[in-house]
């Protein structure tokens, strides 16, 4: 068994993945994830959601060592993704005794899901129910697309605490910790909390205002989410970055580069902005698009309020790196940020117009001039050129 207290009466009991390589089949995980259930062990016993099917064997062994002989009187299905239910068959057979609390969108998605493996008497719940457990208090808040239609929160009225569902939520195991104030959350988390926002919630940043507009209503005390850790101090520090992030403003004034070059002369090129811009005194971080995951690049756009993208030509067309990466901009609805473009063609340079095609789909995309057209490679004339660039994308 490897539980840890949240508080005096409730109990994670989740487990971390160190083995999964994608998460949704898509997302590389170099540091793993974690899966978050919590246990409330009151007059009632109350899961909070449930696990993926790989960490089972880990998830029951916790909540029998945690339940203690003890049974399970509900499960609150939160979210029905199945990194987070696909063991609530399993659950229900071994506890006949358990009352699914969920909403009715959730209803339908666990027939969907499961079929006539699970038969269940469901305890409806709706926006502002409450659950009485004994001690605790649960009310009820719908959270609709962010980032599943069928998703809601719980907050407990007695501990203070924000079950958050996938809100809040992040890459990264939690190896051995359980709160963000144990760790140096900056340094070791927060660009994976900032990847896992951009790919996994980014597109619904009106939703995820709506959540915020709510708990602004509620004395939280501790964060409780489905992945990543838990936050009980500085919630300031979190709600203020998914304040920038769901409303896509970015969180400091810096620069990132990211080229789709063939054999580096595109690459050279943007090498040379960035080396301008610290020069001038920009915080510049460099990707290799057809090196680096276009979602860890993501997630670096919404950090970061100017944008230099440098992409050859293939084909006649833009080289698909750079074409995958800002079509994964327009769909997680990326905006307001100054952009500046650079382009590379031996014979037929095509891929900024291609760029600035795609750059028309966001709202409040700021291209800069000039735009840099190469021809092969960079010429000793247009240095003049890329200095021009340089000033224009930093000017106030």
Same mark, same amino acid.
């Given at each position: 068994m490897n %539980? /840890?207290? #949240?508080?005096? +009466?409730?109990?994670?009991?989740?487990?971390? *993945?160190?083995?999964?390589?994608?998460?949704?089949?898509?997302?590389?995980?170099?540091?793993?994830?974690?899966?978050?259930?919590?246990?409330?062990?009151? %007059? /009632?016993? #109350?899961?909070? +959601?449930?696990?993926?099917?790989?960490?089972? *064997?880990v998830f029951f062994e916790n909540i029998e060592g945690a339940l203690n002989g003890r049974k399970l009187d509900y499960v609150v299905v939160q979210h029905m993704e199945p990194d987070h239910s696909a063991t609530l068959a399993m659950l229900l057979?071994?506890?006949?005794?358990?009352?699914?609390?969920?909403?009715?969108?959730?209803?339908?998605?666990?027939h969907q899901f499961f079929?006539?493996?699970?038969?269940?008497?469901?305890?409806?719940?709706?926006?502002?129910?409450?659950l009485q457990t004994g001690n605790h208090a649960l009310q009820f808040m719908m959270a609709p697309m962010v980032h599943w239609p069928e998703v809601m929160m719980t907050y407990d009225q007695t501990s203070k605490i924000l079950?958050?569902?996938?809100?809040?939520?992040?890459?990264g195991t939690l190896d051995g910790a359980i709160f963000a104030d144990e760790v140096n959350f900056e340094?070791?988390?927060?660009?994976?909390?900032?990847?896992?926002?951009?790919?996994?919630?980014?597109?619904?940043g009106m939703p995820v205002q709506t959540v915020l507009k709510k708990a602004a209503g509620l004395d939280i005390q501790m964060i409780c989410p489905l992945h990543g850790l838990v936050w009980r101090k500085d919630l300031g520090f979190l709600l203020d970055k998914y304040q920038h992030w769901s409303t896509y403003q970015p969180e400091e004034k810096a620069v990132v580069v990211a080229y789709a070059s063939m054999y580096g002369n595109t690459g050279h090129v943007a090498e040379k902005i960035a080396e301008k811009l610290d020069a001038k005194g920009w915080p510049v971080r460099v990707y290799d698009l057809s090196k680096?995951?276009?979602?860890?690049v993501l997630g670096e756009v919404f950090r970061a309020s100017h944008v230099v993208l440098a992409a050859a030509t293939h084909d006649g067309?833009?080289?698909e790196p750079m074409e995958y990466l800002l079509r994964e901009m327009i769909a997680h609805g990326v905006q307001g940020r100054k952009v500046a473009l650079v382009e590379n063609g031996s014979w037929a340079p095509m891929a900024a117009k291609q760029m600035q095609t795609l750059l028309e789909s966001m709202k409040d995309m700021q291209?800069?001039?000039?735009?840099?057209?190469?021809?092969?490679?960079?010429?000793?004339?247009?240095?003049?050129?890329?200095?021009?660039?340089?000033?224009n994308l930093i000017a106030e």
């Open positions: %539980t /840890k207290q #949240v508080c005096k +009466d409730i109990v994670w009991v989740g487990a971390d *993945d160190r083995r999964l390589a994608l998460f949704e089949n898509v997302y590389p995980l170099p540091n793993g994830v974690s899966y978050n259930s919590y246990l409330i062990l009151d %007059t /009632k016993t #109350v899961l909070m +959601d449930a696990a993926d099917a790989s960490v089972a *064997d057979k071994k506890h006949s005794e358990t009352v699914v609390v969920c909403n009715a969108k959730t209803e339908t998605m666990i079929g006539s493996d699970v038969t269940i008497s469901p305890q409806i719940v709706k926006e502002g129910d409450v079950f958050s569902a996938d809100a809040f939520g992040s890459f340094e070791q988390y927060l660009d994976e909390a900032r990847r896992y926002y951009a790919n996994i919630v980014g597109k619904y680096t995951g276009r979602d860890f067309g833009l080289f291209v800069v001039q000039p735009v840099i057209s190469v021809k092969s490679a960079l010429a000793p004339a247009q240095e003049a050129e890329v200095d021009s660039l340089v000033e």
